[in-house]
Each structure stands twice: as C-alpha cells, then as structure tokens.
C-alpha cells in the first residue's frame, strides 16, 4: 500500500489543504453493527484486521449511543448537522403535503438534508463522501442519496489535477471494474439460491427481489468502488472523508443479525477498513486521523404479522372503524408479498395512516388537526387505542401529554416527566428511554400514537415491517454503537446522548473557531436526564 500510495501523492499536483491542526479526517460507518456484536464479530474472527489494530493499542474502542430514532437518517442529521432528534424514523407521514415521506426516496432525503443543514455548515464540508443517506455538505458526495453537495470550485481541480492524477484514476477504475464484474456474477448465482431457500421457510417471498438487486449493488459493487476511490482521495490528501459501509445492515433485516448470511459480510468490511487504514497509515505526512463508528444496532424481531395475522396498518384501520379484531395469524395464509415492497397505512376511508419501519411505527388520524394529546385520542380514536393496548405484539406506546410526553405500557400510564414513574418503564435504562421517548413526542412530525416493538428483557422484539432483524426502536442493542478512535483522541464517548454530540466534537477537534458552524441544537430534553454508561 505505501509503494503504491506515496508515488501518487508525489506525482499528483495538489495535495489538499488540511483541516485544523494539519490533521485531516476519515470516518468509515459500519451501517447497523452494535459494539457487543463487533466484539463478539472479533472474537469468532470475522474481523481479525480490526481485532489487530485495537490489540496494538494505536486505536481505543468506546460504546455511545445511537439516540431516537436508531436509523441512519436520523444519525447522519446528528452527526453532519448537529440537529437531534430530526426526524421520527426511516418512514413517516407529512401532513402538509399529505404523503408518505421515505428515507430511501432521494426527493425527501434531498429535502430532509436542506432541512437540517439550516442549523449549520455540514461536517463534511470541502471533503467527499460515499454512499450516505445525507452528503454531510461535502464537496463531492458519490452516490450519497440525497444528491446534495457542498461547494466545489471544478475549475480549480481542472486546474490542479494532473496527468498521473488521471493515470491513477484510470488504474483504479480497470481494476474496479473487473473485481467488480465478478462479485456481481457470483452475488446473483448465491443470491438466487438464497432466495427460493429463504422463501420458501417462512412462506414469503416479500421483499426478497429487492434484497437481490440490494446485496448485488452493495456486496459486489459498491464497497468495490467505494474504497479504490477513498485511496485515491488519500493520496490526494482531501481534507474529510466518510464512507458508509451498509452490507451487514442489508442481511440483517432480511436474515437476522446473528444469521450466517449477515456475519458473513463482515470479514470484507474488516478487508475494506485494513486497506483505508493502511492508506492512512501510507501517508503520515498528511495527517490522516481514521474513526470507525456504527450508526446504531440491530436486534433480531418476530414481523407484528406474524403473530396479530394483519399487517399493523391492517389492524389499525380494522380497530378504528370497528371491526373484528384477527384473534393471531392463521396457518396457511397466502403469500401477499410475492412481488415484494412494502405495506402501507390505509390512508382513504378509514382516515388513519400507519407508517412502519422496522420494530417503530407512527399512527396518523387525518381527520384531525394534529398532532393529537391523549385526552383527545381517549375521547375520538379510543377504539385504536384499546386495540394496540390489548395486542400482545405491541410494546409501549408513546402520546403526547403532560410536560414531555406519556408512555402507555398494557393500558398502564407513565408520565415521561415524574422520575419516580419513569422507573416503571420496561427497559434495563429508563432514564434513558424517557428522554428519548419526549425526544419522538417533540417532532411534529412524529404521529399521534408512536407503536414501539420493543416488550422486555427476555421476550421477542416485534418488528411492525416484514422483517427479521429491526433497528429504529427502543431495545438496548438498537440504542449501542461505537467509536474507534486514534488512541492520542481522549474523549468520553460512552457520555454520548445524541449524535449531534459527535458533530460537536469533530467541529471542535478538526475545524478552527471561524470555520465550526453553530452549537447543535438542544434536544427537547435535556441529556442529564439519561443515565451514564459505562464504557
């Protein structure tokens, strides 16, 4: 890797100008990887590059948490933009313009990052970024969704990139594109097989042509290009670089994350990451300092159809207009989901919308101005209410009341503000779950009833989106992620709340004063109130 990165950075005509302190920045996201199952991932050997590098004591492992909801969008808003909490989840309904708003859609993820990026100028500003939801402002952002970029005078790399600059380029890219051929060829033989197997266990064929079209992308091609372009930028000296690396996030929902099919992405994620950090390692005298972090968790989850027998919008569209409830699932049931995609809320006659995604849900009632407190849900919608009270496949609901919020646990009432009633929430960390329950009721755009799947120690996490590993909700390895940083970086991740704490301390550790944008925005409540955790 040196022989091959320092003859570039010194024939190329430019190296970058660094960020504060002569130091220049790196972030690699493990998309959906808690840090109990990254060491668990070390210790079978699934990531034994990684194992290594944190054993010779250059890198430190700390845990911090995801915040609410545990989804990417709402981590890269933190983490870029310092806004937190900025969105209710991965899918939810706009009252305004009366649609489904989805963060795999580019128009809302494009209108979600012009949002957020009012607080401040992005993280990522000047640098590039690869495969993101959000661009984080950066310069050149490859295949992030949003397809927003930060400023970029092309002149002036007209200007400055030279002939070995396109000679590398060129090597690059022929290289990239035979590896990249083959994995595909490979990815879609395995992918099929998997598929009919898949399909045919749980009776279901919902989703999985999109899973194959998903882990082709993601498997053969794009973590392929993704790292021979972050060595060029390296050698180039680029300022900021993230990249986000979503092959063990994909497998887990569809498999579940302890499944075979998920660990087996991580040993070329760990290949991929010991070439960035030996890129890294190449070129001291660019100052390149490499974190790894993880978005959120994944915890594995029974689908809510399953068990109630009716998709959620199903069963809350039944319930508001009065009909029969299904008693639990029946044997035998048709496969709806051949063609794959998602359910939807029945958004017509019923008046009432159900976003899902994975073990959280929103439910809307649009005949009302909302968003609805509890006293006018008990008076008008009280049916919905009693339904998903009484469902043995719904965990805790959160409505709006009171100071900061109500949980609803079995028809038992918590007000999220009363320390001494937090207590009674279910869930190893209460303090911790109530702020971040007020953090979801202070969205407007959360829905008037927020569905978590999340039930108790010891007991199935129920996933309200067909699948079988969730992430977005409340249980404690959703709410676990990590940070690997350079050992000489001391800081104390574990007090980490929110990701917009994380944005705080890369402004503060690599930009100067006139450059940082302004202080994250508060959360509607405050960080105190959540309990520390251990590192």
């Known amino acids: 890797m040196r022989g091959l990165l320092r003859p570039l950075a010194g024939l190329g005509r430019f190296a970058m100008p660094p960020l504060a302190r002569a130091r220049r920045l790196v972030i690699v996201q493990i998309d959906g990887l808690s840090r109990s199952r990254l060491e668990r991932a070390m210790e079978a050997g699934y990531m034994p590059s ?17 915040g609410v909801p545990a989804s990417t969008p709402a981590f890269q808003a933190g983490l870029f933009y310092g806004v937190s909490p900025a969105v209710p989840g991965f899918v939810w309904f706009d009252r305004r313009t009366g649609r489904e708003v989805r963060m795999d859609r580019a128009a809302d993820a494009a209108e979600v990052e012009r ?74 033989g395995v992918g099929v097989v998997d598929g009919l197997r898949w399909s045919v266990a749980v009776g ?30 390296l050698s180039r000296g680029v300022p900021a670089v993230y990249v986000d690396f979503l092959p063990f996030d994909e ?45 959120h968790g994944h915890v594995a989850t029974r689908p809510f159809e399953s068990l109630a027998g009716v998709s959620l919008p199903e069963y809350v569209a039944l319930a508001e207009r009065g009909a029969p409830l299904p008693r639990g699932a029946a044997h035998g049931r048709p496969n709806r989901g051949i063609a794959g ?36 849900l008990r008076a008008r919608h009280w ?82 989106a067909w699948e079988f ?28 709340v929110r990701p917009s704490d994380l944005y705080r301390f890369f402004e503060d550790a690599y930009r100067r004063p006139d450059e940082r944008g302004t202080r994250p925005r508060r959360a509607s409540c405050d960080a105190e109130a959540a309990e520390p955790r251990s590192p």
């Open 383 to 464: 049916r919905v209410l009693a339904a998903l009270s009484a469902s043995r496949a719904v965990g805790i609901l959160a409505v709006r009341g009171g100071r900061r919020g109500l949980a609803l646990v079995r028809g038992d009432l918590v007000d999220l503000s009363d320390p001494l009633e937090v207590q009674r929430l279910p869930h190893p960390q209460p303090a911790l779950l109530a702020a971040y329950l007020a953090d979801l009721l202070a969205l407007p755009e959360s829905g008037d009833v927020v569905v978590l799947g999340w039930r108790g120690e010891g007991r199935d996490v129920i996933a309200y």
């Open 115 to 188: 949002r957020v990026a009012r607080n401040g100028p992005g993280l990522l500003r000047g640098g590039t970024s690869y495969f993101s939801i959000l661009s984080g402002g950066a310069a050149l952002p490859h295949f992030c969704l949003s397809g927003v970029a930060g400023e970029l005078d092309l002149e002036w790399y007209q200007r400055h990139m030279g002939a070995w600059d396109a000679v590398a380029s060129l090597l690059a890219h022929s290289v990239t594109t035979a590896r990249s051929a083959a994995r595909v060829a490979h990815e879609i």
């Open 469 to 496: 590993g969730s992430h977005g909700g409340i249980a404690p390895e959703e709410l676990e992620s990590f940070v690997i940083h350079p050992a000489e970086r001391t800081r104390s991740f574990p007090h980490v």
């Open 204 to 233: 279901r064929a919902k989703h999985e042509p999109r899973f194959l079209l998903h882990r082709v992308l993601v498997a053969a091609v794009l973590r392929e290009v993704s790292v021979q372009a972050i060595l060029l930028d």
């Open 341 to 376: 995609g998602r359910t939807v809320g029945a958004a017509g006659a019923d008046g009432v919308f159900t976003a899902e995604a994975g073990d959280l849900a929103h439910v809307y009632f649009l005949r009302d101005r909302g968003p609805l407190p509890l006293d006018a």
């Open 50 to 66: 990684l194992a290594a590098r944190l054993a010779s004591g250059s890198h430190v492992l700390q845990s911090t948490r995801a």
């Open 251 to 295: 497998y887990a929902h569809r498999r579940g994350p302890d499944s075979e099919a998920a660990l087996g992405t991580l040993p070329s994620i760990d290949a991929a990451l010991a070439a960035i950090l030996a890129g890294a390692d190449a070129v001291p005298e660019l100052g390149y300092e490499v974190y790894v972090v993880s978005d």
